[in-house]
């Protein structure tokens, strides 16, 4: 069975300061891995996906994030976090999306 | 371009009424449609999703249903609303095409409360 797991309920980072929000997965077979952000009482919103290829994907509002497959991994970073990145933020994989729990960003000015 | 659009935006019924909510999907054809449900405002749970017209699955046994009339209209409902039905439902939808690859598209979302 394909899963998602998010270790971090909440992120905390300076404005400014990079940020990393990780997400782990299992699956068989090739995983296909996206990230979505949500801000409040909104829909989500898609940010990157992996498919193939290059192990950092690059997305949305200067948003990327690097699979890892030795380490199952597919962690969302952005080099200078931003107050408005504060928000909901959900990894995923593929067929019918498994979504992990989520991960609140909270950015301080 | 391809939008979503959910309506109502927000819902207040009381328990043992029926529920209708409707989402309808623009520009784009033979999509596929989900219905999700968000709970204190964390994880997605997903409650039925369809490939086509009529063709619907039901990914959690519960009283809701859900119906496909037309290939971009994608309606939930139910006959008598539980307190444990409150949350935040939302649709949405891909390309249809590439199976699993594709990301989805979200609505804005309906917060149903029910007393």
């Known amino acids: 069975a394909q899963s998602v797991a998010q270790p971090e309920d909440q992120v905390n980072v300076a404005e400014g300061n990079p940020l990393t929000v990780k997400c782990t997965y299992s699956?068989?077979?090739?995983?296909?891995l996206f990230w979505y952000v949500q801000y409040p009482n909104r829909g989500l919103q898609f940010l990157l996906k992996y498919i193939t290829g290059d192990n950092l994907v690059k997305g949305s509002y200067g948003f990327e994030a690097e699979f890892n497959k030795s380490q199952t991994s597919f962690h969302l970073k952005k080099p200078s976090a931003l107050v408005s990145d504060s928000a909901l933020y959900f990894c995923?994989?593929?067929?019918?999306?498994?979504f992990g729990q989520g991960t609140t960003l909270q950015v301080k000015p | 371009s391809q939008t979503i659009h959910q309506w109502p935006a927000t819902l207040v019924q009381p328990v043992g009424s029926p529920l209708s909510l409707e989402c309808t999907v623009e520009?784009?054809?033979?999509?596929?449609l989900y219905w999700y449900r968000q709970a204190a405002g964390r994880g997605l749970q997903l409650l039925f999703y369809s490939v086509g017209i009529g063709q619907i699955s039901s990914e959690v046994p519960q009283n809701l249903s859900a119906s496909r009339p037309q290939d971009r209209q994608f309606i939930l409902s139910s006959k008598k609303l539980l307190l444990s039905d409150s949350g935040f439902y939302l649709c949405?939808?891909?390309?249809?095409?590439?199976?699993?690859?594709?990301?989805?598209?979200f609505g804005p979302g309906t917060r149903l409360t029910v007393l």
């Open positions: 520009g784009t054809s033979n999509p596929n």
């Open positions: 949405a939808f891909d390309r249809g095409t590439s199976g699993v690859s594709n990301e989805q598209f």
């Open positions: 995923a994989v593929s067929g019918k999306l498994i």
């Open positions: 699956v068989s077979g090739n995983p296909y």
